[in-house]
């Protein structure tokens, strides 16, 4: 099913729609606050900036950089018969607030071993 934005302007039918449902059904209904994905600024900053010239300074390509950071800073684990295994989050799955946390963790670590924008 094709994701439907709620506004002011479509709210009442929204409740018309609920009211109209058949109860004796079941019915599910999610709802979320959509926020926006990383911007091509922010895209561009990190793929054009950070990541060559951390690169540079540590003697990496911008793909191990990359490679490095989302593991130190976007990992999660799961753990499946005993054994952990690491979860790596996708850069392009960060919505704007998220994307701008992910690169200032980047600056601050950079930074703590010498690296200076």
Not at 5 to 20: G, Y
């Amino acid at each position: 099913m094709k994701p439907w934005h709620l506004t002011e302007q479509n709210k009442k039918f929204l409740i018309e729609k609920i009211n109209n449902l058949d109860f004796k059904k079941r019915w599910k209904v999610v709802l979320y606050e959509e926020s926006e994905k990383r911007s091509n600024e922010q895209n561009d900053r990190l793929w054009g900036f950070l990541y060559p010239s951390i690169g540079d300074y540590f003697g990496y390509t911008q793909k191990e950089v990359h490679a490095l950071c989302k593991y130190q800073f976007l990992r999660s684990e799961i753990v499946i018969n005993d054994e952990v295994i690491p979860i790596l989050k996708s850069t392009a799955s960060l919505n704007v607030k998220e994307f701008a946390d992910y690169m200032d963790k980047i600056e601050i670590w950079a930074s703590q071993q010498g690296w200076a924008a």
